[in-house]
């Protein structure tokens, strides 16, 4: 069965530092997202993206993220300089079309030293 | 943001039971819910949705009932099973944008 991938399934930066984070979606899916998950808290929409654009964000994701499609099968998210409050858990996901099922990767742990 | 409420954050049940889940939402926008079940250490995995148009869709022993004038959604596993055990949350989402709104899940554990 086909699966949102993810990659690394840790990461340890230090604060000011920048990470990438990435996400391979399920092969026939256009429309891809990014969430979020701090310890003990609600999972939190991030952004979307089809089409190669933005589709939608939340006032989570400001100028220092940056999601981008550089080829046809990989999705990144980028953290240019990272602060302690950027650790939690980054899930990935992707879906056929708009309100179609999301399907998740395994995540991400972000820890920021 | 309180748009999604799982009021209960844990619930035991005797393995072979019934276990019914429970999700509250505000936003009468919300016209897409989901189930997601999760285990540590692991990404949401998909479980049953339903759309505003429907009050019930069953998937073998997973039953999702919603009552839109309520404002309310159910999951219903039955029989519940020990590999049950997991973190289920409610999420919805409007057909105008692409999010989903979760909410705080609730611990579900399945006793032999």
């Known amino acids: 069965e086909p699966e949102v991938t993810q990659t690394p399934s840790h990461q340890v930066t230090q604060m000011g530092q920048e990470v990438i984070l990435r996400c391979v979606p399920i092969?026939?899916?256009?429309?891809f997202y990014w969430y979020r998950q701090i310890l003990g808290q609600k999972v939190e929409f991030l952004v979307s993206?089809?089409?190669?654009?933005?589709?939608?964000k939340s006032e989570i994701f400001d100028d220092q993220f940056s999601v981008e499609r550089p080829d046809g099968s990989n999705f990144t998210l980028k953290i240019r300089s990272t602060k302690l409050e950027d650790s939690a858990m980054y899930f990935c996901?992707?879906?056929?079309?708009?309100?179609?099922?999301?399907?998740f990767g395994p995540g991400t742990r972000l820890l920021v030293l | 943001d309180q748009q999604v409420k799982q009021n209960s954050p844990s619930l035991s049940v005797q393995e072979g039971r019934i276990s019914i889940l429970n999700c509250d939402y505000t936003?009468?926008?919300?016209?897409?819910f989901l189930w997601y079940k999760k285990y540590p250490a692991e990404g949401p995995t998909f479980l049953i949705s339903?759309?505003?148009i429907k009050d019930k869709n069953e998937d073998g022993r997973f039953t999702v009932f919603l009552n839109k004038s309520a404002k309310h959604l159910s999951l219903h596993i039955v029989p519940s099973q020990p590999g049950d055990s997991a973190v289920y949350f409610c999420?919805?989402?409007?057909?105008?944008?692409?999010?989903?709104?979760w909410g705080a899940g609730t611990k579900l554990i399945i006793k032999p």
């Open positions: 999420a919805a989402t409007p057909s105008s944008n692409y999010q989903l709104i």
């Open positions: 936003n009468s926008m919300f016209d897409y």
């Open positions: 339903i759309s505003s």
């Open positions: 092969s026939n899916h256009l429309y």
């Open positions: 993206f089809y089409n190669n654009e933005i589709s939608e």
């Open positions: 996901a992707s879906s056929a079309g708009i309100q179609e099922t999301q399907y």
